[in-house]
């Protein structure tokens, strides 16, 4: 079946460190890949998605290419802030006979000053 | 736009009472989803309506567990009756059918039962 498959965390880094959050999926068809925010106390939001194979979504500094071969989509920052501290969740959206969205377990993002 | 809106934000009931949570999608939005979040499941889909209508309920724990989306513009998510287990954070979204991949989320009702 369908799934999402992302690093565990927390994960713990300096200010201006570079961040890498793994993400692997499995899908029929041709999905479409997310990644979602959540700050403290709030709902997900949408970071930045790829629709198609070799896409990059970007944003905010953030940035993940959707590999086909590797069935990835790997989160990164060259230097992450304090205030990127949150959850982090992949997501796969698919249309196979209805729609449906896949989350991630999430992966929490420490940031120290 | 003012975003998904949910109420209450904070929910605090004993344990065999009815809670009825609210959420109102962005207009012009025709799919509603219902998740709930806990730390050990982390985020769970319950059920999702396209143009009011339910599809997919499948998510939905067990009998005391139900949604209704009566018009465009409201939905509800009722337990009865709640349950300690139930404790958790229920987050309301939406999406445009014909861009459903992208979803927007409200800002949750923490519910404790105790």
């Known amino acids: 079946g369908d799934s999402v498959t992302q690093m565990e965390g927390p994960v713990t880094l300096s200010e201006e460190a570079f961040l890498t959050i793994n993400c692997t999926y499995t899908?029929?068809?041709?999905?479409?890949l997310f990644w979602y925010v959540q700050y403290p106390g709030e709902g997900l939001q949408l970071l930045l998605k790829?629709?198609?194979?070799?896409d990059k979504g970007s944003n905010k500094g953030f940035e993940a290419t959707y590999r086909k071969e590797t069935t990835s989509f790997h989160l990164e920052k060259g230097s992450v802030q304090v205030s990127d501290s949150a959850v982090y969740f992949c997501?796969?959206?698919?249309?196979?006979?209805?729609?449906?969205?896949?989350f991630g377990a999430g992966t929490r993002l420490f940031v120290k000053a | 736009d003012a975003g998904v809106i949910q109420s209450p934000r904070h929910e605090v009931t004993e344990m065999g009472q009815e809670v009825t949570l609210r959420c109102k999608p962005i207009?012009?939005?025709?799919?509603l989803f219902w998740y709930r979040q806990t730390m050990m499941r982390g985020l769970e889909l319950l059920i999702y309506?396209?143009?009011?209508?339910?599809?997919?309920d499948s998510g939905m724990p067990e009998d005391r567990f139900s949604a209704k989306m009566p018009n465009a513009s409201f939905s509800t998510l009722k337990i009865q009756p709640s349950e300690p287990r139930d404790s958790a954070v229920y987050f309301c979204a939406s999406s445009l059918t014909r861009d459903a991949n992208e979803q927007y989320f409200g800002p949750g009702t923490r519910l404790t039962v105790t």
């Open positions: 790829a629709t198609k194979a070799d």
């Open positions: 207009s012009g939005h025709n799919s």
């Open positions: 899908a029929t068809g041709y999905p479409s």
């Open positions: 997501a796969l959206w698919v249309n196979t006979g209805g729609f449906k969205t896949i």
């Open positions: 309506f396209n143009n009011n209508v339910p599809i997919d």
